[in-house]
T-cell receptor, first 115, second 108 residues
Framework: DAGVIQSPRHEVTEMGQEVTLRCKPISGHDYLFWYRQTMMRGLELLIYFNNNVPIDDSGMPEDRFSAKMPNASFSTLKIQPSEPRDSAVYFC?????????????FGPGTRLTVT | RKEVEQDPGPFNVPEGATVAFNCTYSNSASQSFFWYRQDCRKEPKLLMSVYSSGNEDGRFTAQLNRASQYISLLIRDSKLSDSATYLCVVSGYSTLTFGKGTMLLVSP
């Protein structure tokens, strides 16, 4: 299995621009999670999906952030408009049915820099 | 009080040393506990689960004290390849809460 796939791996953009991060979970995994990691705040859960349905988005910082999962094999996290404080590493993770949401497999992350 | 607290380190140890990390958590209703490992500029990966009875995986031993709400990880005979950040992770019903991690640096 290829594992969780994320793209792009690096993104540099200017403040005010729209940013779209993409994730392909491991096939057969029913849970998908979006995290953000910074030195100051560590790894924070932004939103998670179960069977393509958003379950908890309480970690989404503000309305500038949105996430979708149109099918079982694809999810996007969009920031519009982006701000310098959004600079972070964004991880997508997925989890299988049998293990529940607990054992999570992370993608390599997208390193976002907003100037 | 933060949900999951860890000493950020770094812990600098020589090869062959034994090192221990502790972690405390605030939610007494937490159900599951884990240690994840994160190498520099890489994604976190599950190292081991932590059970109430304690568990061992090779050189790694994890223990849980529910009464005091802390989790520990012991690494024996440290290797250079153990250098990484170790994340303490606590689970509720459906989500994981990560500590900020403890950095370990093993030197020759």
């Amino acid at each position: 299995d290829a594992g969780v796939i994320q793209s792009p791996r690096h993104e540099v953009t200017e403040m005010g621009q729209e940013v779209t991060l993409r994730c392909k979970p491991i096939s057969g995994h029913d849970y998908l999670f979006w995290y953000r990691q910074t030195m100051m705040r560590g790894l924070e859960l932004l939103i998670y999906f179960n069977n393509n349905v958003p379950i908890d988005d309480s970690g989404m910082p503000e309305d500038r952030f949105s996430a979708k999962m149109p099918n079982a094999s694809f999810s996007t996290l969009k920031i519009q408009p982006s701000e310098p404080r959004d600079s972070a590493v964004y991880f997508c993770a997925s989890s299988p049915i049998a293990g529940g949401p607990n054992e999570q497999y992370f993608g390599p992350g997208t390193r976002l820099t907003v100037t | 009080r933060k949900e999951v607290e860890q000493d950020p380190g770094p812990f600098n140890v020589p090869e062959g040393a034994t090192v221990a990390f502790n972690c405390t958590y605030s939610n007494s209703a937490s159900q599951s506990f884990f240690w994840y490992r994160q190498d520099c500029r890489k994604e976190p990966k599950l190292l081991m689960s932590v059970y109430s009875s304690g568990n061992e995986d090779g050189r790694f031993t994890a223990q849980l004290n529910r009464a005091s709400q802390y989790i520990s990880l012991l690494i024996r005979d440290s290797k250079l390849s153990d250098s990484a950040t170790y994340l303490c992770v606590v689970s509720g019903y459906s989500t994981l809460t990560f500590g900020k991690g403890t950095m370990l640096l093993v030197s020759p």
